[in-house]
């Protein structure tokens, strides 16, 4: 029982392998496309640009979609939850578009990036935020949030100036704009949910 | 809404296998504290949102250690880590990430090589980006200086770097400002007046800061107990407070600051 991390070559990967670690769930870097077919669960890190990402993404995108469309549970997390969606305010590259809306800039009312812990108001009962409830804080670190079309997706919203999607899922596509693998306790209960989750 | 955070602070001196923690007054008496990894897990059970490694012997021969502190740390500790001191280029940045570590704090090289600041950001994002300014209060700015009002009359407040040693004539709000523009994430500002005193943070620099960028600031330096803390989130913007020798010595649990913050209306991570 294995869970790939997709390394695409953004940012640091190092923290989400070593909290999946901690929760047994057997991560292995996965540096090829090719690699990416052998795996239970497929997790979608992502740092810095919204642009920069999908054009290293780009390569790993149709192995993606087929473990996806294979029933495959796959999470993508921070820019990994953005790039699911059609387009950036940040960049003109094109999302992979496998969620219906864009990811705008937050609003200028509030400090950007948004850094630190918030809490969710949870929207929907959904297996990766089971045992979670609307005091836990979770660690965000982001510039720019998810607006999705078709708002039966949003499991879970933050509070930061406005509105913003925290957690999204669909059938077996999970995402969350927070970080689980820095949000303690209960950040690694969301990554145990996944990992159950690619276990049934 | 987002929670102010409390964030203990480790200076690391690296010379003795698995470092030793330690703590000055006003950067120079030395008081031992404990070991580095064993400090961090006890704060994050406490609930710390976040904690920082700063490495205060800064050699190149001892990255390895703080690359070991980090690693053992990173095995139990699951939020945030930051690191700092001595990082010269963006390879030692990627050493530092990948012994796991989320963001590095940079003084000394991004005054001498503000580029650095946008080479992080470019490779690991903003966020990974903490700026760190050493700030000392000066008497009688003279024009060009950003003046602060302060209980000892008109100041200003001037960069150091090497740890203290040597000052930059870098005015420290003004460089505040330029590093935001220069892609940092995060400013962390410590007063060199009051670090170590336990006199309670900078009030008018802090602020002066705060009012000044759109980042994050963290407010360090001065941090005698939970008043100061509830101070700084009272009367600033300040979206962190950092504190080493409260938690070291046991004065203060990071559990009973926060309980103590919350009680009086500051809203934390419980």
């Known amino acids: 029982m294995t869970i790939a991390v997709v390394d695409y070559g953004v940012g640091n990967l190092f923290s989400i392998y070593n909290a999946l670690e901690h929760i047994e769930a057997g991560p292995e870097l996965v540096t090829e496309p090719e690699d990416l077919t052998r795996f239970d669960g497929v997790v979608v890190p992502g740092v810095g640009s919204f642009g920069r990402c999908m054009r290293q993404l780009s390569r790993f995108e149709a192995v993606i979609l087929e473990a996806l469309e294979g029933g495959t549970p796959t999470l993508g997390i921070c820019v990994g939850m953005q790039v699911l969606f059609e387009r950036s305010e940040e960049s003109p590259e094109e999302g992979l578009g496998w969620i219906k809306g864009e990811v705008v800039r937050l609003p200028d009312s509030v400090l950007v990036p948004q850094m630190g812990w918030n809490t969710l108001t949870i929207k929907k009962e959904v297996e990766i935020l089971e045992g979670i409830s609307d005091e836990d804080f979770f660690y965000f670190v982001h510039s720019y949030f998810c607006v999705p079309k078709d708002g039966s997706v949003l499991a879970a919203t933050t509070d930061y100036g406005t509105e913003i999607a925290a957690a999204v899922s669909r059938d077996n596509l999970f995402a969350v704009q927070f970080h689980p693998e820095k949000s303690g306790q209960k950040g690694l209960k969301i990554l145990d949910n996944f990992v159950r989750l690619t276990r049934c | ?270």
């Not at chain 2, 203990?8 to 990894?37: N, S, T």
């Not at chain 2, 406490?46 to 050699?59: P, Q, R």
């Not at chain 2, 005054?111 to 903490?130: H, M, T």
């Open chain 2, 1 to 270: 809404m987002l929670a102010r955070r409390i964030i203990p602070c480790l200076d690391c001196d690296l010379a003795v296998p698995q470092g030793r923690v330690v703590k000055g007054i006003e950067f120079k008496q030395i008081r031992y504290a404990g070991v580095p990894w064993e400090l961090a897990t006890r704060y994050y059970e406490e609930g710390a949102d976040e904690i920082v490694f700063l490495d205060i012997t800064a050699s190149s021969d001892r990255r390895e250690t703080m690359k070991s502190v980090i690693r053992d740390t990173a095995k139990n500790v699951f939020v945030p880590l930051a690191v700092g001191g001595g990082i010269k280029t963006v390879d030692d940045v990627r050493n530092i990430f990948k012994a796991g570590a989320d963001k590095v704090t940079v003084n000394t090289t991004a005054l001498k090589r503000p580029e650095i600041i946008g080479e992080i950001a470019e490779e690991y994002g903003s966020q990974a980006c903490v700026v760190a300014i050493d700030a000392k209060r000066r008497d009688n700015p003279t024009e060009g200086r950003i003046s602060v009002p302060t209980p000892q009359g008109e100041s200003w407040f001037e960069c150091s770097f090497y740890g203290g040693r040597e000052f930059s004539g870098v005015d420290a709000i003004a460089w505040a400002m330029e590093a935001e523009r220069l892609g940092a994430g995060e400013i962390l500002l410590t007063s060199m007046d009051r670090d170590g005193t336990y006199d309670g943070f900078d009030l008018p620099l802090t602020d002066a800061v705060c009012k000044r960028v759109r980042i994050p600031v963290i407010a360090s330096g001065g941090c005698g107990n939970a008043e100061h803390i509830y101070e700084v989130f009272l009367k600033t913007g300040a979206s962190a407070a950092l504190a080493a020798s409260i938690f070291h010595y046991d004065e203060w649990g990071v559990d009973e600051v926060k309980r103590y913050l919350a009680e009086r209306g500051i809203h934390v991570r419980a």
